[in-house]
């Protein structure tokens, strides 16, 4: 089940957040880019769920995963080249997708994905956005097989201290 966060639930979504770090740390290759104690955070949950756009995913009272879901567009989106044109207000973006390793393989974030795109619909957009780190060779193999058309990359400063190539990509709600 996919719901709207809980406060009772922050401290596994930041739970989650350092496995995946963990677990990059313990392979020596980053695909997130991440960086402890920065990004993503405690405080970066906390701030989704006071502005109602953090959902987690739980299955038998365990948190398997979360992800933040708005309309908040990073400055840097105005240098990709979008093929579905739409009002800001029409957009939803998903950021900060994240399933714990422990449950990885399974198509949690398939399943993740689908929801977004749901939730999207559900609040009446036409697009779906979202940006990945460059390596993150995982992410980026799956949004293409869920449809979504790789839009550009870009040079981001993302939380003004992460300088970065993302990868943009969408698609049609």
Request: hydrophobic fraction near 40%; aromatic fraction near 10%.
């Amino acid at each position: 089940m996919i719901r709207p966060a809980r406060p009772d639930d922050l401290p596994a979504v930041a739970r989650i957040y350092e496995e995946i770090l963990d677990q990059e740390d313990s392979r020596g290759l980053s695909y997130t880019n991440w960086q402890r104690e920065k990004y993503p955070t405690l405080n970066t949950a906390r701030n989704a769920l006071e502005s109602g756009t953090l959902f987690v995913m739980e299955e038998q009272d365990q948190l398997l995963g979360a992800v933040i879901l708005n309309s908040t567009q990073l400055p840097e989106y105005d240098l990709i080249p979008w093929q579905f044109e739409a009002a800001p207000d029409q957009v939803m973006v998903i950021h900060t997708l994240v399933i714990s390793p422990r449950f990885s393989g399974l198509g949690k974030a398939r399943e993740m994905v689908a929801f977004c795109e749901e939730e999207g619909r559900r609040q009446r957009k036409t697009v779906m956005r979202l940006d990945t780190y460059e390596g993150n060779v995982p992410a980026n193999a799956m949004y293409p097989k869920l449809g979504y058309r790789f839009a550009g990359h870009a040079r981001f400063l993302f939380q003004g201290f992460l300088d970065e190539v993302l990868n943009c990509y969408e698609k049609s709600l």
